[in-house]
Structures are given as structure tokens and as C-alpha cells.
């Protein structure tokens, strides 16, 4: 893998529009060259980027690489016909068979470790919300769709029907709890997963993206990023699935909350990529020795979900603990590290 990726650094480092349509997409979690310069057409990006010719992008080719299909499957059939959001919700979960970090704000580290993901696709918009578990319990179901009725209902929609496999999603708890709150349920057949194709598929972009992402930064950063960061990969994923507008100008996050707001591309930044964030003394207004580093070096892991848009969560190299921080310089390209250290 190494090989390829050298091959294009000559590209990567010059400052060329080639150069900075490369930087958008991994920025924008490995998006479509095809999607970028949608984008660009309508204004969200530079332009000039329009006009630029599509690279290979070797962690693109690793990460997504499948099966070329012998023929179609059709069309997917309709559950439901939806005309607004939360009428009808598929989930589905997903196993990662490596263990997943845990992050913490303060306190000893944890040994729990993440092993699975609650999925939730709302039909109506596509809008996306991941849940992560550390087991496959009812329990932990449960408190995966409390969560997302709850940040549903913080952005005004209310959850009517879900569409789910058997699972944990036939035990009582989850069906009682469907019943008190006044919704319906579907179930596909027994092993037919294809009949909750619209989770499967979302499952599979997610995948496909987070781990795309991750090759790029343990390619680039291997003394600080491992695939056991795939939780927050996996998040990030789910966050540029719902912001970054498709081919029609149109994000899930508009058609999910009703409101027509595009979101700013220059919040988002590329997963796994050094954050050198600034001293906690100088952050609070306080002097500092003179001759002492102004800022610290940490990892990227995308959005804090509890705070504005422009609030990272960095993961600290010498503690492990994960923080949210605002006054921090993104290394997009990676070009602080050096990667024979």
C-alpha cells in the first residue's frame, strides 16, 4: 500500500488544483471525486475544482474495493411510503471484529471496549444516527433507541414506525416499548436481510467510509492511529452521510429537520489527522513560560456531538483521554508527521 501512495505524493504536495480538490476529499471523509465537483459547480467548494481531472486515490482503492456484480438484483421494494420524517425508521446493527476504543474526558482509562453499532436510517431523508455498544444485549438496544428518539426529538421529529430484522429488535423489551409509545413495527422473513436492504446498504457506505479513513491515517500516521478507532471513524462517517448535500443541493440533516441550511465544508476536517491544539494555561488567559511549546499535538476524531460545529474531540497522545477543543490548528495533509519516526 505504501508504494501507491508514494507514487502520488508528488501531486499531494505541490499547490495545484489538483493538490486542493485532493485535500476536499479527505477532508470530507474520501467523498467522490464525481461528488466534489458537484459541489464545486454549484459554489459549496472552490470553482476552479470543477474543471480538475479525477486522481486515484490508493486508500480509496484499498478501503472500497468489492465483487463486481454478474447481474442486477432490481429495484428494492418499499416498505413504506414516506412524506415526511419519522414515519418509518430501518435499523439494524453491526459487529466490528476489532474492539473498539472507548473515549473519556477524565478519570482512569476505561478496559471497555465498543464491539457493535445500532444503525438507524430514516426512509424519508436518509438521515443517519449511530448508536455504539459495547455488547449485543437487550438492554443496550434499549438504550440505543431511547438515544435516538431523544436526539430525534431535540431537532422536532417524532419516531412513528420502525422497520428492523428479528434480532434484538423482536425481544420484548424493544417491542413493549414500541407498543407504550404508540408506534408500529415491521420485520423482514427470516434470512431475508434484504428486505431491510435500506439498512444493510447504509451499513455498508458506513463501513466502506470509516474504513477508508482509517487506512489514510494509519497509512500516513502509523504511531498514532490504529483500526481501533473505528467508532469514531464510524461516527464521522454518519456525520458527512447527513451534512455534505447529494447531486440535487439536498443533505439528509435539511430534509430530516425541515430546515434549508447547507452546512459549512470548511468545519470538516480528516479523520485520524494531527490537531496541535493550544495550551490549557494560555486557553484560560493565563501567562506562560516563555520558552515553553504553546501547543500540544493530538489526534483528530472528528465532531464533538455536544457542542458547535467548530469543536473538535482530540485525543490526547500522552494521556489517552479524549477532550472537545476549539482553539486548535488542523494538520489536514499530515505534513508535521514524519512517517520514518
Known amino acids: 500500500m505504501a508504494t501507491i501512495i508514494e507514487a502520488d505524493e508528488e501531486a499531494l504536495t ?170 408500529s413495527i415491521s420485520f423482514c422473513g427470516v434470512n431475508a436481510h434484504w428486505q431491510n436492504g435500506i439498512a444493510e446498504r447504509m451499513i455498508r ?18 504511531s498514532a492511529v490504529t483500526t481501533h478507532l473505528w467508532p469514531y471513524a464510524l461516527t464521522y462517517a454518519a456525520y458527512l452521510q447527513n451534512h455534505v448535500p447529494n447531486k440535487k443541493m439536498k443533505a439528509p440533516i435539511n430534509l430530516f429537520t425541515g430546515v434549508d441550511v447547507t452546512a459549512n465544508m470548511k468545519h470538516m476536517h480528516a479523520f485520524g489527522c494531527p490537531v496541535y491544539a493550544l495550551d490549557s494555561k494560555l486557553q484560560a488567559g493565563k501567562h506562560l513560560h516563555n520558552w515553553r511549546a504553546r501547543a500540544r499535538m493530538g489526534v483528530n476524531l472528528g465532531p464533538s456531538p455536544r457542542h458547535a460545529k467548530t469543536v473538535s474531540l482530540v485525543l490526547s497522545l500522552q494521556t489517552g483521554l479524549v477532550s472537545p477543543q476549539f482553539h486548535i490548528q488542523h494538520d489536514e495533509f499530515f505534513e508535521s508527521i514524519d512517517r520514518d519516526m
Open 14 to 183: 505541490g499547490m495545484t488544483p489538483l493538490a486542493e480538490l485532493k485535500r476536499w476529499h479527505y477532508r470530507l471523509g474520501h467523498l467522490s471525486f464525481q461528488n466534489l465537483k458537484v459541489l464545486a459547480e454549484h459554489g459549496i467548494l472552490p470553482k476552479r475544482l470543477a474543471a480538475v481531472r479525477n486522481p486515484k486515490c490508493a486508500c480509496c482503492i484499498y478501503g472500497k474495493a468489492h465483487r463486481t456484480p454478474k447481474r442486477s438484483k432490481g429495484a428494492q421494494g418499499t416498505i413504506k411510503t414516506t412524506t415526511r420524517a419519522g414515519q418509518c425508521v430501518s435499523v439494524d446493527q453491526m459487529e466490528s471484529s476489532s474492539v473498539g476504543f472507548i473515549g473519556q474526558l477524565k478519570g482512569k482509562l476505561t478496559t471497555k471496549r465498543y464491539k457493535y453499532a445500532t444503525v438507524f436510517i430514516d426512509h424519508y431523508s436518509r438521515y443517519t444516527y449511530v448508536h455504539l455498544q459495547s455488547r449485543l444485549t437487550s438492554e443496550e438496544t434499549m438504550e440505543a433507541k431511547k438515544a435516538f428518539e431523544a436526539h430525534a426529538r431535540s431537532i422536532g421529529v417524532g419516531i412513528e414506525h420502525y422497520h428492523a430484522d428479528n434480532g434484538r429488535f423482536a425481544d420484548n423489551a424493544f417491542l413493549n416499548d414500541v407498543k407504550r409509545k404508540g408506534q
Open 205 to 222: 457506505t458506513l463501513r466502506e467510509s470509516a474504513r477508508t479513513q482509517l487506512l489514510h491515517a494509519v497509512e500516513r500516521w502509523p
